[in-house]
């Protein structure tokens, strides 16, 4: 028997679960940042209005505005990015991408043509 026989033929790489597939990795992670840039815009823009009504702050209450924001942006973007990952493992993807740029208002970034 020849060495080479021990080896599998072509076998597909190896993925843990949950890991994204090429072809659509680059679709969901242009997703993800687009809702991470649109609500980071809206965050600044609170904390600068709120900021703007507060007066005179310590560099103490800046940090807790700024750290209780940002907590509250990571909660709320939690479910929907877990969601476009996991989207990545079935066929449905193109649909839960487009679904979250029309509830969060992304724009265009999906061509409506790839969802027929």
């Known amino acids: 028997m020849h060495p080479v026989d021990d080896y599998p ?3 597909a790489p190896f993925r843990p679960e949950g890991a994204l597939t090429l072809d659509r ?9 687009s809702l991470r840039q649109h609500f980071e815009a809206v965050r600044q823009r609170e904390v600068k209005r709120t900021r703007g009504r507060l007066g005179e702050l310590s560099c ?4 807790a505005i700024d750290s209780l924001s940002r907590g509250i942006i990571d909660q709320i973007l939690n479910t929907p990015i877990a969601v476009l990952k996991a989207s990545c493992g079935n066929s449905h993807f193109l649909v839960a991408i487009a679904m979250v740029h029309r509830i969060f208002n992304l724009g265009e970034g999906l061509r409506q043509d790839r969802l027929v």
């Open 60 to 63: 103490t209450q800046e940090n």
């Open 25 to 33: 990795e680059p679709e969901v992670e242009a997703t993800i940042a």
């Open 9 to 11: 033929v072509k076998q």
